[in-house]
């Protein structure tokens, strides 16, 4: 049954995935949201913290039945900062940029504030969770959890931070079998709360019997790669994957999506398949 998400938390995860603030020293300051209230042992490794709250909550009849209701909420938003010994910028001044910052992500996505994106950039491994991707070459498709797969590494990693042409490949030369990539994206929002999905691949894939990548989502209901979606390129394309039914039944019980990607056509055994991912 679809749910309808807390305003706080929205807000939070809003804020969390899109505050960046820079100190006088060009370092990006820590800063962490949370429900209220202020935390003063937080500031012994951030910067500053910023409270979400509900301040007020009206609930009206829309009509005089009371069958359709409206409810209208006020949310309260603060900001902590405290004078930090060897820090560059003083409590006041960070209070100023946190400020600054809430009022731009709010004016940015004032119109859609619970669509959340994940990507990889400035994800590194280790440090590439809760968000990962793993590659390997097989002549089937493998489920999320086979031991084939092998996480990229922290440079390979850099390579799918951004669209910028600078291309993770993977290549793999063994007869009748095709290259994978694998990415793995964790939904922080509770899967009856999530009303759509659409889950992008950029890049292309290149074989001896043609041009073409294919993306497939993970059901962990039937156990089984879905929602095909096919390109036939030779240079970058964008394939999507939009999800609106039985979206449960492509979040995991951990509260991941998978999403694979392989080259549509195998290697020769001398030819290699290759991926390539932007």
């Known amino acids: 049954m679809s749910e309808i998400e807390d305003p706080v938390t929205t807000v939070i995860r809003l804020l969390s995935k899109n505050v960046r603030v820079v100190k006088e020293d ?3 300051a820590n800063i962490h949201v949370s429900k209220e209230w202020y935390d003063r042992e937080l500031f012994k490794n951030y910067d500053g913290q910023i409270t979400v709250g509900l301040g007020e909550s009206k609930d009206t009849k829309v009509e005089m039945s009371g069958r359709i209701r409206r409810r209208l909420g006020t949310l309260r938003v603060n900001v902590w900062a405290t004078d930090r010994p060897a820090t560059s910028d003083p409590g006041r001044l960070m209070r100023q940029k946190m400020v600054e910052e809430i009022n731009r992500i709010v ?3 004032r119109n859609k504030p619970n669509v959340i994106e994940y990507n990889f950039a400035g ?3 280790p440090e590439g969770d809760p968000h990962k991707a793993f590659q390997c070459g097989l002549g089937s498709e493998p489920s999320p959890i086979a031991a084939v797969w092998t996480e990229l590494t922290n440079e390979e990693y850099q390579k ?3 669209s910028d042409d600078i291309r993770y490949s993977k290549s793999h030369s063994v007869n009748g079998e095709y290259a994978f990539m694998l990415f793995r994206f964790k939904i922080e929002s509770r899967e009856q709360a999530v009303k759509k999905i659409v889950l992008a691949f950029e890049g292309y894939g290149a074989a001896p019997a043609g041009n073409g990548v294919t993306i497939k989502v993970w059901n962990h209901v039937s156990e089984a790669w879905e929602q095909a979606q ?4 030779g240079a970058d394309e964008t394939l999507t994957i939009t999800l609106t039914l039985n979206i449960v039944n492509f979040i995991d019980a951990n509260g991941y999506v998978w999403l694979l990607a392989k080259t549509t056509n195998p290697s020769d055994g001398t030819t290699p398949a290759v991926l390539y991912c932007d």
């Not at 096919?230 to 390129?233: E, I, N, P, R, W």
């Open 26 to 28: 060009n370092a990006i």
């Open 107 to 109: 004016r940015q996505n």
């Open 123 to 125: 994800l590194g491994y």
């Open 230 to 233: 096919t390109g036939t390129g």
């Open 160 to 162: 799918i931070w951004y």
